[in-house]
Antibody, heavy 116, light 107 residues
Framework: QVQLVQSGAEVKKPGASVKVSCKAS????????MHWVRQAPGQGLEWMGI????????SYAQKFQGRVTMTTDTSTSTVYMELSSLRSEDTAVYYC?????????WGQGTLVTVSS | DIVLTQSPGTLSLSPGERATLSCRAS??????LAWYQQKPGQAPRLLIY???SRATGIPDRFSGSGSGTDFTLTISRLEPEDFAVYYC?????????FGGGTKVDIK
């Protein structure tokens, strides 16, 4: 069955970077684009960007341009999202999602806490 | 970007009552619309995809309808565990966008 398993919670200091992984199984990674979405405490859901694991093409939300990088390791069926220059407002749960599968699938979420 | 507008913002109902939640898109999303339920401290739970298909394990009191720009999530008889926040999400085009949510709380 399809699974998207994300890496564990992270605590980072302001200015640092965080790299969250999303390991896919149960389907062919390169057949579907993967999205990243985040949710800050008490807030709604916010799209960060999309990666095409076949070729690595990306598109990022303007808000995160210059700070986010999404990559793929097809040998391990893993997609990564790295966010740099972290600030307190980046404290959130980060999700990977494959929405063109039927049904859509989401990872379990990774809590990233940014605190000095 | 496609804007999703959910209404009402809050719905106060009693267990056993019917809940009707609305989601309107700023442009057509065909049937590429999903509904999620979220409880405090939990990840969003997929309820409905393709506008009207129930996800695995979702009780049949949840139903989705609509296509194009107007969508509805109906909970036929509210159970105590249904009091939560509900989001609609379109996946017709990038960026994915989400409605602002409807909170269903106990009257």
């Amino acid at each position: 069955q399809v699974q998207l398993v994300q890496s564990g919670a992270e605590v980072k200091k302001p200015g640092a970077s965080v790299k969250v992984s999303c390991k896919a199984s149960g389907y062919t990674l390169t057949s579907y684009h993967m999205h990243w979405v985040r949710q800050a405490p008490g807030q709604g859901l916010e799209w960060m960007g999309i990666i095409n694991p076949s070729g690595g093409g990306t598109s990022y939300a303007q808000k995160f341009q210059g700070r986010v990088t999404m990559t793929t390791d097809t040998s391990t069926s893993t997609v990564y999202m790295e966010l740099s220059s972290l600030r307190s407002e980046d404290t959130a749960v980060y999700y990977c999602a494959v929405v063109r599968l039927v049904p859509p699938y989401w990872g379990q979420g990774t809590l990233v806490t940014v605190s000095s | 970007d496609i804007v999703l507008t959910q209404s009402p913002g809050t719905l106060s109902l009693s267990p056993g009552e019917r809940a009707t939640l609305s989601c309107r898109a700023s442009q057509t999303v065909s049937s590429d619309l999903a509904w999620y339920q979220q409880k405090p401290g939990q990840a969003p739970r997929l309820l409905i995809y393709g506008a009207s298909s129930r996800a695995t394990g979702i009780p049949d009191r949840f139903s989705g309808s609509g296509s194009g720009t107007d969508f509805t999530l109906t909970i036929s008889r509210l159970e105590p565990e249904d009091f939560a926040v509900y989001y609609c999400q379109q996946y017709a085009s990038s960026p994915l966008t989400f409605g602002g949510g409807t909170k269903v709380d106990i009257k």
